[in-house]
């Protein structure tokens, strides 16, 4: 009877801990573009310090995968968008949302604030939404595993 307590705990942690990761807005995500639908990139989504970062793994869209920021001013300028930091510093809202000040676009070199969440019906899809003013666009990321 103990064993059978012990295994059916193990499979209760295992299907919690995977619950919860699957819940998560860190890891890789696959951007697709609003306007076309098209994949255009692989981002990692990590927690630094408490806060939440992105870069650029890899581009998608056949013939700019080495593309340079060539739009970009100062120590920017004509660096490889792959790698690229284009989420800096976003905080946790106790709602769920992360908000931040860099939501970095190396296509049109332009920053904006930002509010990152994922899509309460499907935890596989991640709300990214740039502010311009009172102006916005929100795109759905999704998830890749491994």
Same mark, same amino acid.
């Given at each position: 009877?103990?064993?059978?307590?012990?295994?059916?705990?193990?499979?209760?942690?295992?299907?919690?801990?995977?619950?919860?990761?699957?819940?998560?807005?860190?890891?890789?995500?696959?951007?697709?573009?609003d306007r076309t639908g098209k994949p255009k990139g692989l981002?990692?989504?990590?927690e630094k310090d408490g806060l939440m970062y992105g870069k650029?793994?890899?581009?998608?869209?056949?013939?700019?995968?080495?593309?340079?920021?060539?739009?970009? #001013? $100062? =120590?920017? &300028?004509? *660096?490889?968008?792959?790698?690229? /930091?284009?989420?800096?510093?976003?905080?946790?809202?106790? #709602? $769920? =949302?992360? &908000?931040? *000040?860099?939501?970095?676009?190396? /296509?049109?070199?332009?920053?904006?604030?930002?509010?990152?969440?994922?899509?309460?019906?499907?935890?596989?899809?991640?709300k990214v939404r740039g502010y311009l003013a009172f102006i916005?666009?929100?795109?759905?990321?999704?998830?890749?595993?491994?």
């Amino acid at each position: 009877m103990i064993e059978k307590t012990v295994q059916l705990s193990i499979l209760f942690t295992l299907f919690i801990s995977m619950s919860i990761s699957a819940q998560s807005v860190f890891g890789k995500w696959k951007t697709i573009d609003d306007r076309t639908g098209k994949p255009k990139g692989l981002i990692e989504i990590y927690e630094k310090d408490g806060l939440m970062y992105g870069k650029v793994l890899e581009i998608l869209e056949e013939g700019k995968e080495g593309k340079l920021c060539e739009k970009c #001013d $100062g =120590e920017l &300028k004509d *660096k490889p968008v792959k790698g690229m /930091e284009i989420i800096t510093a976003g905080e946790k809202n106790n #709602d $769920g =949302e992360w &908000k931040g *000040k860099r939501l970095f676009d190396p /296509e049109q070199a332009m920053t904006f604030r930002f509010k990152i969440w994922l899509n309460p019906e499907n935890s596989n899809e991640l709300k990214v939404r740039g502010y311009l003013a009172f102006i916005y666009r929100t795109q759905t990321w999704l998830r890749v595993e491994g």
